[in-house]
């Protein structure tokens, strides 16, 4: 079955790196737009960063852009994303799911996601 597994996240000060994973499986990985999406308490999740099938286009949401680094390892099925310079507003829960800026209607296998918790 369709499965995602995130992992990386952690409690950091702000400032701090984090590095994110995401190992699929079951999808046609490589024939996928992938997207980091993360959500906060009373909120729907929300793109941060999605990357396309060979890696040739990336899209980040303006309040991450340049902190933020979206990469794929297609031949692992895996999904990356680099958290550099950290801030408050970064704490969330991330999950990984196809799609751009959107997750893909028919998506359903969300994982766990992986905390991330920035603290002053």
């Known amino acids: 079955q369709v499965q995602v597994i995130e992992s990386g996240g952690g409690l950091v000060q702000t400032g701090g790196s984090l590095r994110l994973s995401c190992v699929t499986s079951?999808?046609?990985?490589?024939?996928?737009?992938m997207a980091w999406f993360r959500q906060t308490p009373g909120k729907e999740r929300e793109s941060v960063a999605a990357?396309?099938?060979?890696?040739?286009?990336?899209h980040y949401a303006p309040s991450v852009e340049g902190r933020f680094t979206i990469s794929r390892d297609n031949a692992k099925n895996t999904m990356y994303l680099q958290m550099n310079n950290l801030k408050l507003e970064d704490t969330a829960v991330y999950y990984c799911?196809?799609?751009?800026?959107?997750?893909?209607?028919?998506?359903?296998?969300w994982g766990q996601g992986t905390q991330v918790t920035v603290s002053s």
């Open positions: 799911a196809p799609g751009f800026r959107k997750p893909d209607a028919d998506f359903r296998a």
């Open positions: 079951g999808l046609a990985f490589s024939n996928l737009a």
């Open positions: 990357i396309s099938q060979a890696a040739k286009i990336t």
